[in-house]
């Protein structure tokens, strides 16, 4: 196979010995090569405009834009853009919010040593890449409610600890509409105290 008719990727994560380790295996295929790599996700964006590569293979946590961004300003200009999500957070909020910014696939960075290939041929043919649990996370957040702006201000305050009376002054409401928001907050979650709320919050990738 000539290197002209190989699929041409883009790697991007902001840890140089995930990223590193990720191009070795990568080139170790021989329809595969890696022709940019990024360290943050604004470095991601601009290598795609330059190298248009077959596949993006982004980390989803990254510095300066998150992978997400990075997906919604990529998907922007090349709506084309062929897109593979690589993370190490599970929760379906973030799984959700890749899928909506125009990702095609999905790997968690546990499963790459087994996933990570077959994911990419499948979506640079053209293919999604949803893993099992996966595709079980997002059935299982049709169950839930999704949360507001405000609320999601207002968990965010109690993951710092606050009381609901400096959670009312910091966001300039009053303490009753503070328990308001707590109180669909724990419904929405199914949970019966705040503590669990961040909790499931944060298992769920919401903040």
Do not use: C
């Not at 709506?79 to 190490?88: E, Y």
């Not at 169950?143 to 993951?159: D, F, G, H, M, N």
Request: hydrophobic residues 50%.
């Amino acid at each position: 196979m000539t290197r002209a008719s190989k699929v041409r990727i883009l790697v991007a994560d902001d840890h140089f010995i995930v990223r590193t380790g990720l191009v070795a295996v990568i080139q170790a295929e021989s329809d595969l090569t890696v022709v940019a790599e990024a360290a943050d996700g604004a470095e991601a964006v601009n290598l795609f405009a330059r190298h248009r590569p077959d596949l993006a293979l982004l980390d989803l946590r990254m510095p300066v834009k998150s992978g997400t961004q990075a997906i919604e300003e990529i998907r922007s200009e090349f709506p084309a853009a062929r897109i593979l999500v690589l993370t190490a957070f599970s929760g379906d909020e973030d799984i959700a919010k890749a899928l909506r910014a125009g990702a095609h696939g999905f790997v968690l960075k546990s499963s790459t040593g087994e996933g990570l290939i077959p994911a990419i041929r499948a979506v640079a043919s053209g293919d999604a890449w949803i893993p099992r649990d996966v595709a079980t996370r997002l059935a299982v957040r049709q169950s839930y409610e999704e949360l507001t702006p405000r609320e999601i201000q207002v968990l965010r305050e109690i993951a710092r600890g606050k009381a609901n009376k400096e959670i009312a002054a910091t966001l300039a409401i009053t303490e009753y509409t503070v328990k308001d928001h707590l109180k669909s907050i724990m419904g929405k979650l199914h949970v019966a105290v705040r503590t669990e709320a961040v909790t499931a919050a944060v298992q769920r990738g919401i903040i």
